[in-house]
């Protein structure tokens, strides 16, 4: 079993739709739940991180935590052609002032006009 | 400017050969790192160094081996290329939680 599970799309939705992207974890020594954006043939980007159970909103993304359920998810509201993108879960662990990144699979997102 | 940089972007070599890829930051951050990106986009970390020391050592072949000579550069040589080396080589840095990525070098080993 991966320590982090993501479904990998593709996923189609057209403009201004509300977009979910889900990822489960195993591992409950995860400090910090990440989501990065990658655009095609560019670095990943962070979009959104917290390390606690709840909500955190940024604009039109909110990242959900559960911890107790080891599931964390991202929410895109009013979607845009530009937020097509591949979008990569991530958990981290601190390693004497390392930060070691486990990345889900990506999801590949394409918001139609 | 950009924050972190690699070169080449591009590298094209036949099997067996060996390659470095370099990388550096001007954000000031203490934290270096290599991932590997596969052609499934699946991104895993290689190593780490913070301060010029290596923190994290994945399960990697010993064909490849990180060098930091300062806090700003991390390079990466491959020795003995195979076909399997083929991806997106990203190097990121970090100060605490956030960990900004280059544009990626992408190896294709023929």
Request: aromatic share 12%.
């Amino acid at each position: 079993q991966k320590e982090v599970e993501q479904d990998p799309g593709p996923l189609s939705v057209p403009e201004g739709a509300i977009v979910s992207l889900n990822c489960t974890y195993s591992n409950s020594a995860f400090q910090y739940f990440m989501w990065y954006r990658q655009y095609s043939r560019k670095g990943p980007e962070l979009l959104m991180y917290t390390y606690s159970s709840g909500n955190k909103e940024d604009g039109r993304f909110t990242a959900q935590v559960d911890k107790s359920s080891k599931y964390i998810s991202l929410f895109i509201r009013d979607s845009q052609p530009s937020d097509s993108a591949t979008y990569l879960c991530a958990m981290s662990v601190r390693i004497q002032g390392a930060q070691k990144l486990v990345f889900g699979q990506g999801t590949r997102l394409t918001i139609n006009p | 400017d950009t924050a972190v940089s690699q070169t080449p972007k591009y590298l094209v070599t036949q099997m067996g050969n060996d390659k470095s890829i370099k990388c550096e930051q001007n954000l000031g951050h203490d934290t270096m790192y290599w991932y590997k990106q596969d052609s499934k986009k699946f991104l895993k970390i290689m190593f780490s160094y913070n301060n010029k020391e290596l923190i994290i050592n994945e399960t990697v072949p010993n064909r490849f081996s990180p060098k930091s000579p300062d806090k700003a550069h991390l390079n990466l040589h491959i020795n003995s290329l195979e076909l399997g080396d083929s991806a997106v080589y990203f190097c990121a840095s970090s100060q605490i939680h956030e960990q900004f990525f280059g544009p990626g070098t992408r190896l294709t080993v023929l």
